[in-house]
T-cell receptor, first 115, second 109 residues
Framework: DTGVSQNPRHKITKRGQNVTFRCDPI?????LYWYRQTLGQGPEFLTY????????KSRLLSDRFSAERPKGSFSTLEIQRTEQGDSAMYLC?????????????FGSGTQLSVL | GIQVEQSPPDLILQEGANSTLRCNFS?????LQWFHQNPWGQLINLFY???GTKQNGRLSATTVATERYSLLYISSSQTTDSGVYFC???????????FGTGTRLQVTL
């Protein structure tokens, strides 16, 4: 059973550039989540998918952010026109809807630094 | 949205000691989970525990849903227990979780 996989592990970009992150969830998990974590804080929910449908987006997710899960498997998170305030760890997680206990499993994250 | 308070914010223990971490919620939650974030940043799910008591080795957790709090017990602590412990909850069943600010635990020899 492979865990949640994220890449790249680190991304350094200049302000104004676009970046895209990829997440591969645990294979039998139908729910996929994106969270963001800044230093000294707990993760904050951004958005989640059930299969290919994006069911909810946080108010934190400005219109510069877009997430997709085209075939209900992997997901991508794109940030357009990055700003220094976007610097954070972006975490992907997955769970299985309908499981007796819907435990959330996280990937190792993508650390974004915007210069 | 719900507010999640964790206490204590920081904890230093000698190896072998026991500890209790607490999490209070501002509203009832249907989905409550505890996580350990190790020093390398990886978040590990410890428990899914919206109510009742569960045990896993040296760790156990109890949630009193009617009083909106949960406790995590660590017994015979080891240096590998160091890191940040988060509780998180959701008023729905999906894991759209609100996290607390964590308890930073350091276990020394």
């Amino acid at each position: 059973d492979t865990g949640v996989s994220q890449n790249p592990r680190h991304k350094i970009t200049k302000r104004g550039q676009n970046v895209t992150f990829r997440c591969d969830p645990i294979s039998e998990h139908n729910r996929l989540y994106w969270y963001r974590q800044t230093l000294g804080q707990g993760p904050e929910f951004l958005t989640y998918f059930q299969n290919e449908a994006q069911l909810e987006k946080s108010r934190l997710l400005s219109d510069r952010f877009s997430a997709e899960r085209p075939k209900g498997s992997f997901s991508t998170l794109e940030i357009q026109r990055t700003e220094q305030g976007d610097s954070a760890m972006y975490l992907c997680a997955s769970s299985r809807r309908g499981a007796i206990n819907e435990k959330l499993f996280f990937g190792s994250g993508t650390q974004l630094s915007v210069l | 949205g719900i507010q999640v308070e964790q206490s204590p914010p920081d904890l230093i223990l000698q190896e072998g000691a026991n500890s209790t971490l607490r999490c209070n919620f501002s509203d009832s939650v249907n989905n409550l989970q505890w996580f350990h974030q190790n020093p390398w940043g990886q978040l590990i799910n410890l428990f899914y525990i919206p109510s009742g008591t569960k045990q896993n080795g040296r760790l156990s957790a109890t949630t009193v849903a009617t009083e909106r709090y949960s406790l995590l017990y660590i017994s015979s602590s080891q240096t590998t227990d160091s890191g940040v412990y988060f509780c998180a909850g959701s008023t729905g069943t999906a894991s759209k979780l609100t996290f607390g600010t964590g308890t930073r635990l350091q276990v020394t020899l």
